[in-house]
């Protein structure tokens, strides 16, 4: 057993919950920041929209094992291009058949799934850009927490006390880890051997299980303190940080609570687009920012370590 931190597993989730035009209790920051750029770009239209339901089966190629403790969204496109033809068509078929039809994209991926997985793949890394990659360090701390409370728990506490923890649909006893309402039953001598814990930012109260012979079992649980993503962090050590970077790159870091462009940022602060310009580039040279292009515009989000400086 082991655990993941998987970008693929916040791609399908999030865009889920970003094409159910509900109002979310804990992600509704990040859905009015995303919905207008997802739009705009036309992925509501895409792949993503065809591939990924508003409820049910998502085809499990999207989901390719991880290969380490945290690979990168690049790692896992590699994975899903990496898929064989016969796969993409059994999940497609799967796909048909609980949603009743596949999509006009679907049906051309079904034809012809080496030439057009590329095309999934590019617009899967274009999503993340404008929906998930500025707000990355923020959600992979939540999830690094999450994995580290977990590994604690079975070093202290053993595995089953972790399973028994994990979900209400999970537990452990008479030495079986057991799965509620799973249709159909999982079984050892059926599944992959080992077992992937995949937390999530997105999944929402729900357990997702992908069950793919040969590679190992993978659930994915809601990451614990998911509920506070959303929440303004500490910014105590502005008085500080100032007195190293100068007020106007603090005052900068300060506005980047959530991604922004550079014109967001010069009407916000009143700063010269040109000076606003400058300073994120400095910025971004020490680490201090990061840079996502969103169409025609840039958005440019804290890192973590500008967080920590930030938190004092």
């Known amino acids: ?26 992600h509704r920051p990040w859905l009015e920041q995303v919905r207008p750029r997802v739009a705009a770009a036309g992925l509501d239209r895409g792949w993503l929209a065809e591939l990924v339901p508003p409820s049910g089966y998502v085809p499990d190629f ?50 012809e799934p080496q030439a057009r997985l590329a095309r999934v793949a590019e617009e899967v890394e274009t999503y993340w850009e404008l929906a998930l990659a500025p707000y990355w360090a923020r959600i992979r701390t939540v999830l690094d927490a999450d994995v580290f409370h977990r590994a604690r728990q079975v070093a202290e506490q053993g595995t089953g006390h972790l399973f ?26 059926t599944a992959g051997a080992g077992l992937v814990l995949i937390p999530s930012a997105f999944t929402g109260p729900g357990l997702f299980t992908r069950v793919t012979p040969p590679e190992p079992p993978q659930l994915a649980y809601p990451a614990r303190g998911a509920g506070s993503l959303w929440e303004p962090r500490r910014t105590t050590g502005t008085a500080a940080v100032a007195a190293v970077l100068g007020r106007s790159r603090t005052l ?20 010269s687009p040109a000076g606003v310009s400058q300073n994120l580039t400095a910025l971004r040279d ?27």
Do not use: K
């Open 252 to 271: 900068l870091l300060t506005e980047l609570e959530t991604p922004a462009s550079t014109t967001e940022l010069a009407h916000r602060t009143g700063l």
């Open 1 to 26: 057993m082991r655990f993941a931190v998987s970008p693929m597993w916040e791609v399908g989730p999030s865009f889920r919950l970003l094409s159910s035009c509900s109002v979310h209790p804990v």
């Open 62 to 111: 999207l989901n390719p094992a991880p290969g380490g403790p945290a690979p990168t969204l690049a790692q896992e496109l590699t994975g899903i291009l990496a898929s064989s033809p016969a796969q993409v068509r059994q999940d497609l078929d799967r796909l048909r058949h609980e949603q009743g039809r596949l999509g006009p994209r679907s049906r051309t991926l079904y034809a």
């Open 286 to 312: 020490a680490g201090l920012v990061s840079a996502h292009r969103a169409g025609r515009s840039v958005l440019y989000a804290r890192t973590s370590i500008a967080d920590s400086l930030l938190a004092g």
């Open 164 to 189: 028994n923890d994990l979900h209400p649909s999970v537990s452990w006893n008479d030495n079986a880890l057991r799965l509620a309402r799973r249709r159909p039953a999982l079984s050892r001598r």
